[in-house]
Antibody, heavy 122, light 108 residues
Framework: EVQLVESGGGLVQPGRSLRLSCAAS????????MHWVRQAPGKGLEWVSG????????GYADSVKGRFTISRDNAKNSLYLQMNSLRAEDTALYYC???????????????WGQGTLVTVSS | SYVLTQPPSVSVAPGQTARITCGGN??????VHWYQQKPGQAPVLVVY???DRPSGIPERFSGSNSGNTATLTISRVEAGDEADYYC???????????FGTGTKVTVL
């Protein structure tokens, strides 16, 4: 069974940093691209970032470009999101999701983890 | 940037058919995927590539896509189908994934 388990969320002050992790199991991690998708409280879904199987192709939403960095460690079956210069509008539940293929260019997300909550507030 | 527009809400009686639209400029030229999100849960893929169903998803869920509108159809609606539904595409002009605004389906 494919499992994605996010961690690292919490309460952080504006301007500070946070690093999210996603532990993957139940599939060959380095065969697939991976993504972060977020959902602000009571709002819709927003794609944040995606990374190809070998980290050779990376993409970011305009709202986080230059502040967030996605990475992966295939040896550890793990996905990461380094979030710097956090803002109140970054407050959201952050989901890790598996891509349908190896490149992060097109396709769908399946499955999703249960998410980790990031709250940016002073 | 590419925009996907969904109706905020759809109400349907049990046993009837719910149709959820997803509007976008020439969306028929893109592949559309649909997710179901129940309260307090992560989204679940229910239709991919316009009209294909992942294993384990009932045949009651179907999709179509043409022109400027994609549609998710839920036949013989059950109480358990009450959820938020999101459409999603890949916008190759911006290299971004785009989600629709979401539709809350209420079973009367």
């Amino acid at each position: 069974e494919v499992q994605l388990v996010e961690s690292g969320g919490g309460l952080v002050q504006p301007g500070r940093s946070l690093r999210l992790s996603c532990a993957a199991s139940g599939f060959t991690f380095d065969d697939y691209a991976m993504h972060w998708v977020r959902q602000a409280p009571g709002k819709g879904l927003e794609w944040v970032s995606g990374i190809s199987w070998n980290s050779g192709s990376i993409g970011y939403a305009d709202s986080v470009k230059g502040r967030f960095t996605i990475s992966r460690d295939n040896a550890k079956n793990s996905l990461y999101l380094q979030m710097n210069s956090l803002r109140a509008e970054d407050t959201a539940l952050y989901y890790c999701a598996k891509d349908k293929g190896s490149i992060a260019a097109g396709g769908w997300f399946d499955p999703w983890g249960q998410g980790t909550l990031v709250t940016v507030s002073s | 940037s590419y925009v996907l527009t969904q109706p905020p809400s759809v109400s349907v009686a049990p046993g009837q058919t719910a149709r959820i639209t997803c509007g976008g400029n020439n969306i028929g030229s893109k592949s559309v995927h649909w997710y179901q999100q129940k309260p307090g849960q992560a989204p679940v893929l229910v239709v991919y590539d316009d009209s294909d169903r992942p294993s384990g998803i009932p045949e009651r869920f179907s999709g179509s896509n043409s022109g400027n509108t994609a549609t998710l159809t839920i036949s013989r609606v059950e109480a358990g189908d009450e959820a938020d539904y999101y459409c999603q595409v890949w916008d190759s002009s911006s290299d971004h994934y785009v989600f629709g605004t979401g539709t809350k389906v209420t079973v009367l």
